[in-house]
């Protein structure tokens, strides 16, 4: 009997520590060395951010981006996953950094809890990127419901960018913000 407790008592402090392991947020790097000099040909930096009011542990939501042209996915990108520290400190949130071919791409949403359906898996919104260019296109701000904001943050955005990046800055960035 004895040792049946003792075996109790093992797997609740399993248990425990799992648990709270399971709670622990984890960096979400700022993106570095984006320069310039180092574009690959015939592509755009592509500057955004994505964020919400709140984390979200059951139904947190990425920001997918799509090649309206090849319909091919090129990024999935988090907006209010709880096991991220956020780059802001009012609101959960990621400043991101891309490289894209010139051309139109899509954004829509995907919840990453498979047995949740999401909202608006189809395109909402598009925005074009030429060759050539580092342009920021807005924070795409995740209200509920599969609603959505768009704004422009480039001030904010790039003050947090240029901590790891002193090659872009807000002088040689073209905004063209994303149309909803």
């Known amino acids: 009997m ?14 425990a520590a799992i648990a709270v392991m399971g709670c622990a947020s984890f960096d979400y790097p700022l993106p570095s060395g984006v320069s310039l000099l180092t574009q690959p040909s015939g592509s755009a930096i592509v500057i955004l951010s994505t964020g919400a009011k709140t984390h979200s542990i059951s139904a947190a939501y990425n920001l997918v981006i799509t090649n309206e042209l ?5 990024a999935s990108l988090p907006i209010d996953n709880y096991t991220l520290k956020s780059h802001f400190p009012d609101h959960i949130g990621f400043v991101h950094v891309l490289y894209l071919e010139q051309g139109q791409y899509n954004i829509s949403f995907e919840v990453l809890n498979p047995s949740l359906i999401a909202h608006n898996r189809n395109p909402l919104s ?33 003050s947090i960018l240029s901590k790891t990046n002193p090659d872009i800055s807000t002088s040689n ?5 994303i149309q909803k």
């Open 2 to 15: 004895k040792s049946f407790v003792n075996r109790i008592k093992f797997m609740l402090v399993v248990l």
């Open 126 to 158: 598009t925005f074009e990127v030429k060759a050539g260019e580092p342009v920021y296109v807005g924070e795409v701000y995740y209200l509920s419901g599969g609603d959505y904001a768009i704004s422009n943050k480039i001030d904010r955005d790039m």
């Open 173 to 177: 960035v073209t905004v063209r913000l």
């Open 70 to 74: 090849s319909h091919k996915r090129v």
